[in-house]
């Protein structure tokens, strides 16, 4: 992999990266936790052009955030498994010690060309935008100007003379299922709050007592 190589090590004390140069060097940085701290990391690594720089991170949910954002900008991106990192140190342990976590995640990412990671961001726009579709579905209102309700209802509501809250009625059940494929197809979108609005029978048979 030519150009610049990165570490990025979520430690549970501080964010820790280490740059592998294009000439051999090491360079190693610190980030403290706060609210800004993704802002941050994402203004340091501006200096390395994106297309000639590779990213490596243990999955974690804030290095998915981060990821997300670097794919978008064009940066190469690899997500690995701590699982995947030890599995492999222990079948290829280093001639001489790494030192620490990230020289090791270098060395996977050089020696073993993890796939690239794909940034969940079209999929998460397409799922807001359903959400805003269910949203104006359920709020719609006979008493509303038709200009102001949703292209599809209109469709309905003059192909079968129905009013806008009958309308939305029969759509909304379609609406809830494309979200819950695209749900099942992208479960990485999945929070507690969704799985409970769109999954309500998969936490009923979570918590019903086996007999």
């Given at each position: 992999m030519k150009?610049?190589?990165?570490a990025i090590y979520?430690?549970?004390?501080?964010?820790?990266?280490?740059?592998?140069?294009?000439?051999?060097?090491?360079?190693?940085?610190?980030?403290?936790?706060?609210?800004?701290?993704?802002?941050?990391?994402?203004?340091?690594?501006e200096q390395y052009e994106s297309n000639r720089t590779h990213i490596c991170l243990i999955e974690n949910e804030t290095a998915e955030l981060l990821a997300d954002e670097l794919v978008d900008s064009g940066y190469h991106v690899h997500q690995i498994t701590m699982h995947?990192?030890?599995?492999w140190f222990a079948v290829e342990p280093p001639a001489t010690p790494d030192g620490t976590p990230m020289r090791a995640m270098l060395r996977f990412l050089e020696n073993e060309h993890p796939r690239e990671y794909e940034s969940r961001t079209?999929?998460?726009?397409?799922?807001?935008?359903?959400?805003d579709e269910?949203?104006?579905l359920e709020m719609a209102d006979d008493a509303?100007?038709?200009?102001?309700?949703?292209?599809?209802?209109l469709r309905v509501m003059k192909k079968h003379k129905l009013s806008a809250t009958e309308a939305a009625k029969l759509l909304i059940p379609d609406v809830n299922e494309r979200i819950r494929e695209h749900l099942m197809q992208y479960p990485e979108l999945m929070t507690p709050e969704i799985l409970q609005d769109f999954f309500p029978e998969l936490l009923e048979a979570l918590e019903r007592p086996k007999h």
């Open positions: 150009g610049f190589n990165i979520f430690d549970p004390d501080l964010i820790k990266a280490c740059v592998h140069g294009p000439d051999g060097s090491y360079q190693n940085k610190k980030f403290e936790y706060d609210d800004g701290v993704i802002e941050e990391i994402y203004q340091w690594l995947q990192l030890l599995s079209p999929q998460t726009e397409a799922l807001m935008e359903m959400f269910l949203d104006a509303e100007d038709e200009d102001n309700q949703p292209d599809g209802l």
